[in-house]
């Protein structure tokens, strides 16, 4: 569990300059009206990573 913890931190602030370059409006903007945007894909990926941890614990 600690290696996973650790990984992400990793990739995280290896990539933390792309991720802070992306503007408010292409993080909020939906491709299609059926598609998700990018803040929803993060918000999904964060709560199910809270729920995956939480169960290991």
Known sequence: M???VE???RLI???EKEFFSI???EFNARPFPEKW????YLGI???L????I???S
């Open 2 to 4: 600690q290696n996973a």
């Open 7 to 9: 990984e992400l931190t």
């Open 13 to 15: 602030e290896n990539h």
């Open 23 to 25: 503007s408010e409006l």
């Open 37 to 40: 945007s990018k803040k929803k």
């Open 45 to 47: 990926c964060a709560t």
């Open 49 to 52: 990573l809270l729920i995956i």
């Open 54 to 56: 939480e169960d290991l």
